[in-house]
């Protein structure tokens, strides 16, 4: 868990905000500029690096969804909407307010993005050696004695898998199972039987040798239809 003055500081900052300007006479569209460019931006460095605890997103929520409804930070105030609606966007009744948690995965994501693309080369081989020495960032576990970091990251691992395709050129250097390369948008993964011996086979195995083709012969050996 992040230190308890990093938690403190996140909720206070914020109720601190709210609190100077609970007595101002502030129209329904200051506050949602209020709220959208300063209030929410509080938490966006540490929901970068660190996995903010569920408890700490909803209490920071709290306090501006009291604000919004004209109970400044102080929680007076009759609530006629719950914070998760007014983050549906406008088109679907809400008002486009973030939801922390879910935004806090997403700021995580980014960081799995630039290792899993080498973005910092310094920072991708130490995490690298650390933590996935042998396999890359999809392939990533948990591993002993892991820092509250790299705990963090792997938190957006499953929505990197789910929205990352891997473009695969010749395809010398993609695992058919082990990587998201089908371009599908519900799942890049093949979800044929996964023969041991065919373990190490990559996507050039599936092709003619020597041709930029399909070797329909082989997609129809080992692929399902779903796969084909």
């Not at 007076?76 to 549906?88: E, F, Q, S, V, Y």
């Not at 997403?106 to 993005?113: F, N, S």
């Not at 691992?157 to 599908?184: A, H, M, Y």
Request: net charge positive; glycine share 8%; hydrophobic share 40%.
């Amino acid at each position: 868990m992040p230190s308890e003055p990093i938690i403190k500081f996140l909720v206070e900052r914020v109720g601190q905000k709210l609190q100077g300007w609970q007595h101002k006479s502030i129209s329904r569209g200051g506050k949602l500029v209020l709220l959208k460019t300063a209030a929410q931006t509080v938490p966006n460095f540490w929901m970068s690096l660190l996995l903010v605890p569920a408890e700490i997103c909803n209490s920071i929520q709290r306090q501006m969804n009291a604000f919004w409804w004209g109970g400044g930070g102080s929680g007076r105030g009759i609530k006629w909407l719950a914070w998760d609606r007014l983050c549906n966007a406008k088109e679907d009744g809400g008002l486009g307010f973030k939801n922390l948690k879910l935004f806090n995965i997403v700021m995580l994501a980014k960081q799995g993005w630039r290792l899993l693309n080498n973005a910092n080369p310094l920072v991708t081989s130490l995490m690298k050696a650390r933590y996935f020495p042998h396999t890359d960032f999809l392939n990533a576990k948990l591993g002993a004695n892991p820092s509250y970091t790299w705990r963090s990251i792997l938190e957006a691992q499953d929505v990197i898998k789910q929205g990352c395709r891997k473009r695969i050129g010749d395809g010398q250097s993609t695992n058919i199972w082990e990587v998201p390369w089908l371009p599908c948008r519900a799942n890049g993964y093949l979800t044929s039987t996964a023969y041991p011996e065919l373990k190490e086979a990559l996507v050039e195995n599936l092709m003619e040798v020597g041709k930029s083709k399909w070797d329909k012969a082989v997609l129809l050996d080992i692929l399902n239809d779903r796969d084909m």
